[in-house]
């Protein structure tokens, strides 16, 4: 065989060809480990992002991914408090969306309910919002937990949220530099970075959250089914059975949009309260994921009235050092917009409300970059909802003044007010698995 090379690799792309396995292989395994430079990754992702990959690629590319790093098993575990139980492991990704808290409720309502939830989770990528940004703005917590740890964690309180550490090291990279190149809106390779992952993790189940609008990666329903498709085979054909929900990110979710200020709301939603729409997605995933998980007989909406499952987030925050009792931070620059007449809230467009909460300084312009954990937009009024005339609309908080006009730029547009309500689709267009 001849002797691989990164050039050769980005070339064969570039052109419209068919990466073999062992191209596949070598270009993943070279750029794990350092022989593959981030200029060369950069072109070969381009080249992905302008040409695709065929399924057999995608396949390739996120076994190799997988193979990069350590694949957890917690097969042996129990459930917690029920010794000879075996733990119905299972877990939940989003596709990434705009105000999508939705992990943080979830992940308490699904442990209340007894199903033990491994989750390995991301930062923020491109215009979404990460899981790991948000729960850093609770104090003292941390992502950076060991397999022990986790084991342990699983074994006693029934779910941990860590960062991906070794587990498929190559995606972690590959992920980075996507954020910083505009090559995240591929199907191969967001299919393929969430399954490595998730194959890597240790779950016994999978549900996914595929986010389809104009807040979405993905902007048509096709392509959302397309991706959909391609993630349930690739988690069926690894022992993981899986399956998806379509869900509209037309407009954001909830009604804050940024880091501190999604926790917050997660925890109204927790107390029972919260907006209506992440309630209903918070819900509509516990029943799939328990499902999945072979849970019969629980009620995920219970768990939010008799406050179990904030009793199981407190117990995950603590398990991993966070402090609940401590404020969460919120940028002290702010800037409020109102309505210039009254009438009617119309249409919020969920990609302009994330590009101001970025420009706020919620999300990275370069790998690595801290995030700030109290930037975010607050939205007061929704689609639908009646306005007064020099009412609040948005909040926008940040800790640098000076971010703030390029962040009314960005949500300049994103709203109208009008005289009658505009035109909704429902939460979840489709089921599909």
Not at 187 to 192: M, N, Q, V, W
Not at 248 to 265: F, H, K, Q, Y
Not at 423 to 428: F, S
């Amino acid at each position: 065989m001849p002797r691989l090379d990164a050039p050769t690799v980005i070339r064969t792309k570039r052109d419209g060809g068919v990466l073999s396995d062992a191209a596949i292989d070598w270009v993943i395994d070279g750029y794990t480990h350092g022989r593959v430079a981030d200029e060369q990754m950069s072109a070969l992702l381009m080249a992905i992002f302008l040409n695709g990959m065929t399924v057999a690629e995608t396949t390739r590319w996120t076994s190799a991914m997988v193979a990069s790093g350590e694949r957890f098993d917690f097969t042996d575990l129990y459930r917690p408090g029920s010794p000879g139980r075996p733990a119905a492991l299972v877990d939940k990704h989003s596709t990434g969306g705009v105000g999508d808290k939705i992990t943080i409720p979830l992940l308490p309502v699904v442990m209340a309910c007894g199903a033990s939830v491994p989750q390995a989770s991301g930062r923020g990528l491109g215009h979404t919002g990460g899981t790991l940004d948000k729960l850093e703005s609770i104090a003292g917590f941390t992502a950076e937990l060991s397999k022990d740890r986790i084991r342990q964690q699983l074994s006693e309180v029934g779910g941990a949220i860590f960062a991906a550490g070794e587990l498929a090291p190559a995606d972690r990279k590959i992920y980075a530099l996507r954020d910083i190149t505009s090559t995240v809106d591929s199907t191969p390779l967001i299919a393929s970075s969430v399954m490595s992952k998730k194959l890597a993790e240790g779950t016994g189940a999978l549900v996914l959250d595929v986010k389809v609008g104009r807040g979405a990666f993905l902007k048509s329903d096709d392509e959302a089914r397309e991706l959909a498709r391609i993630m349930i085979d690739l988690g069926n054909a690894n022992g993981v059975p899986t399956r998806a929900l379509l869900t509209d990110m037309n407009c954001p979710l909830g009604r804050t949009v940024g880091n501190s200020v999604e926790i917050a709301e997660s925890l109204e939603v927790l107390a029972g309260g919260g907006p209506s729409d992440v309630v209903a997605l918070t819900l509509a995933l516990a029943a799939e994921m328990l499902e999945a998980a072979g849970i019969d007989g629980a009620d995920p909406a219970e768990t939010l009235r008799d406050g179990s499952a904030m009793d199981c987030f407190r117990a995950l925050v603590a398990a991993q050092g966070g402090d609940l009792t401590r404020p969460l931070p919120l940028g002290t620059a702010t800037e409020t917009v109102t309505a210039p007449r009254g009438g009617i809230m119309g249409d919020l467009d969920a990609m302009g409300v994330a590009l101001a909460a970025w420009r706020l300084g919620a999300g990275r312009a370069e790998p690595g970059e801290p995030v700030q954990l109290g930037a975010g937009v607050r939205i007061h009024r929704k689609p639908g909802e009646p306005v007064a005339a020099g009412e609040a609309l948005f909040t926008l908080y940040t800790e640098t003044a000076e971010r703030l006009p390029g962040a009314l730029a960005e949500l300049d547009g994103a709203w109208s007010v009008g005289d009658s309500a505009p035109a909704q689709r429902p939460l979840v267009i489709d089921r599909i698995g």
